[in-house]
């Protein structure tokens, strides 16, 4: 089994399930051996928890939010995910930066251009020759009325979480692109199955690529 340095990214529509697995793989990491950082973005050292809290809760355009998202997330990967892995750590991310594609980008409607040129200077310099990425993204797919009743009641909405249901399908149409321009980065999940049948799903996609026994 690998002993490498791991970046795994967990991404979806609001409420597809992403977080609920999260815990369990750092559990079957710890389990093998490993060393785990669970975090999440926007969020994971306090100026970006901040930044979260204003992206999450503030009305602004879209090339703010952006902007915020992208500041949080050079924070982030200065402060917590790039030591992680020069430790060896595997690090278990809820959201990186397809998220801003697809909720910026695919969802607001904002220039992709825009947004690639600012991932290639926050996630440039930091790996020789190429931006850093995760290794994996597990991609939890729903339909959106479903993650929104899974949702409903669970707590109070946030920004985002009030949009309504043709957002969520744009933005769940922008994650599907980017999955299919990067197939081997992503593993694509089909979250509408009972939580242990999704639980294998993830599993898999982590013993196929021989990162778990
Ligand atoms: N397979 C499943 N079947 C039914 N309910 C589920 C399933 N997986 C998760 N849930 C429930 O759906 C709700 C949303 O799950 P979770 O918080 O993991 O989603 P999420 O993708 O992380 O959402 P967000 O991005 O908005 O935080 C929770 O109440 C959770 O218990
Ligand atoms: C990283 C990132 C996140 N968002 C949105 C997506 C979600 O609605 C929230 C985060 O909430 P969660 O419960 O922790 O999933 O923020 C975004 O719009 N752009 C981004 O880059």
């Given amino acids: 089994m690998s002993d490498q340095p791991l970046f795994i990214s967990f991404e979806g529509i609001d409420g597809a399930g992403k977080s609920t697995h999260i815990e369990a793989l750092a559990q079957a990491f710890t389990a093998a051996g490993r060393t785990v950082r669970c975090t999440r973005e926007p969020g994971g050292t306090p100026l970006a928890e ?5 992206a999450l809760n503030q009305p602004m ?18 402060q917590v995910i790039e030591p992680a892995l020069a430790r060896a750590e595997v690090v278990l991310c809820d959201r990186f930066s397809d998220a801003t594609f697809a909720y910026q980008g695919a ?8 947004l690639g ?28 009325e479903q993650a929104a009743a899974r949702l409903a009641g669970a707590r109070v909405p946030d920004k985002f979480e009030s949009q309504p249901v043709e957002f969520f399908r744009r933005v769940a149409q922008g994650y599907a692109e980017r999955a299919e321009a990067d197939p081997r980065r992503f593993a694509r999940i089909d979250a509408a199955h009972p939580r242990e ?3 294998q799903s993830v599993r898999q996609a982590l013993v196929a690529r021989g990162w778990l026994p």
Wanted: proline share 6%; hydrophobic share 50%; charged share 25%.
């Fill in 61 to 78: 355009d879209a090339l703010t939010e952006a902007l915020l998202m992208f500041a949080a997330r050079r924070d982030h990967l200065v």
């Fill in 117 to 144: 040129q600012l991932e290639r200077w926050v996630q440039g310099g930091l790996v020789p020759g190429r931006l850093r990425q995760p290794d994996l993204t597990l991609l939890f797919e729903l339909a959106p």
């Fill in 107 to 114: 969802g607001r409607g904002f220039d992709p251009a825009v």
């Fill in 197 to 199: 049948q999704v639980w």
């Fill in 50 to 54: 901040r930044l979260r809290e204003l």
